[in-house]
């Protein structure tokens, strides 16, 4: 029963779904709580697109109910050819906090994840 979720990317829009859109990060929360996806800036793809939603429509694949959803889509734009030898490294953050964030509080966490030091 997570409710009144919002989405946040690095633009400070708030939005219920994304498809794609590119962003250092993504915070998904609610009254109580959310959590944070920050995109390492090594990653392929960096400012990654983000594939989210806080609420699927009536009718969808969910039905009516709440359906929380959050994919760093590395692979939104097409396939990444890689050559055997050649390691695929991605790097993600989850941070899971306390009442909802807002952009300065993540764009903060990302900053200091993106630097080497803790978020």
Do not use: I, K, M
Not at 1 to 18: E, F, I, N, S
Not at 32 to 48: E, M, Q, R, S, T
Not at 60 to 78: E, R, V
């Amino acid at each position: 029963d997570w409710r009144d979720t919002r989405l946040l990317l690095d633009d400070g829009v708030p939005r219920d779904r994304v498809a794609p859109q590119r962003s250092r990060w993504c915070d998904l929360s609610s009254p109580d709580g959310g959590l944070c996806v920050l995109d390492h800036p090594g990653n392929p793809a960096h400012p990654v697109p983000f594939y989210a939603a806080c609420r699927a429509a009536p009718g969808a694949a969910y039905g009516d109910a709440w359906a929380n959803t959050l994919f760093p889509s590395f692979l939104w734009d097409g396939p990444r050819r890689l050559r055997r030898q050649d390691p695929l490294r991605l790097r993600y953050r989850v941070v899971v906090h306390d009442g909802p964030w807002d952009g300065e509080r993540a764009e903060d966490a990302w900053t200091r994840y993106a630097g080497g030091g803790t978020a």
